[in-house]
C-alpha cells in the first residue's frame, strides 16, 4: 500500500469516526489536512494571517456539515470547498471595503520576496514562477493551485470551486497558456 493510499485510508477512517462525534477523530482531520487547507486559503488570498482566520472558521463549518458528507473518501474536496467560500466571503468584505486591490498586491509580493530563501538560480527561477502565477486571475489562480499544487482532479476542483467540469478545463487551457507566455523565454533572453 502506497503512502497516499495509506493517508486516504486513515482520512477515510478519520471522517467516519468524526462524524460520530469521536474529538479524537476530529483533532486528527485537523492535523492531516489543516496544512492542505491551511496552504490553500494562503494561496487564494496572498497572506497568511487572514488565512489561518479563514480556516480556523472553515473548520467550524467543516465539522457541522460533516454529517452531511455521504462519501467518506471525498472529505479533502469538501473541505476545500468549504475553505474556498470561506475565503471567497473574506475577499467580498475586502472588496466592499475597496482596499483589496492595493492590499493584496503588496501582501502577495511581500510572501514573495519573504519566501524567496533560496540561492541562485532556483531562487530566480522560483521567483519568476510566483510572480507569473500572481499575474493570473484569481479564478485560474485557484484553479491552477487545486489542480497542481493540490493534485485534485479536475472534477475535484470543480466541486472545490463549484464551477462546471468545462469551466475548470478551459480555465487549465487559459492558465498554462499565460504561464507559457509569462515563463518562455523572449527573444534575446537568456534562460
Known amino acids: 500500500m502506497s503512502q497516499a493510499e495509506k ?6 477512517y478519520l471522517v467516519a469516526s468524526a462524524r460520530t462525534g469521536d474529538r479524537r477523530a476530529m483533532d486528527g482531520l485537523v492535523r492531516l489536512h489543516g496544512p492542505r487547507l491551511f496552504a490553500h486559503a494562503a494561496r487564494l ?3 497568511r494571517e487572514g488565512a489561518r482566520d479563514a480556516v480556523q472558521e472553515a473548520w467550524v ?4 456539515a ?11 474536496p469538501f473541505a476545500l470547498r468549504i ?4 475565503v471567497g466571503r473574506i475577499i467580498g468584505a475586502r472588496q466592499r471595503q ?4 492595493a492590499e493584496a498586491g503588496a501582501q502577495a509580493l511581500a510572501l514573495g520576496t519573504a519566501e524567496a530563501g533560496e540561492p541562485g ?4 527561477d522560483a521567483a ?22 493540490e493534485d485534485l482532479t479536475v472534477a475535484e476542483v470543480a466541486a472545490v470551486l463549484d464551477v462546471p467540469l468545462g469551466t475548470i478545463k478551459t480555465r487549465l487551457m487559459h492558465a498554462r497558456a499565460k504561464l507559457r507566455a509569462l515563463l518562455e523565454p523572449q527573444d534575446g533572453e537568456v534562460s
Open 98 to 101: 475597496r482596499a483589496i486591490a
Open 7 to 12: 493517508e486516504r485510508a486513515l482520512g477515510a
Open 121 to 124: 538560480a532556483e531562487a530566480h
Open 128 to 149: 519568476r514562477v510566483r510572480a507569473a502565477l500572481e499575474a493570473l486571475p484569481p479564478a485560474h489562480r485557484a484553479t491552477v493551485a487545486l489542480f497542481y499544487l
Open 61 to 64: 463549518e467543516i465539522l457541522r
Open 45 to 47: 488570498l496572498g497572506e
Open 66 to 76: 460533516l454529517p452531511a458528507l455521504r462519501d467518506d473518501a471525498a472529505f479533502l
Open 83 to 86: 475553505t474556498s467560500r470561506r
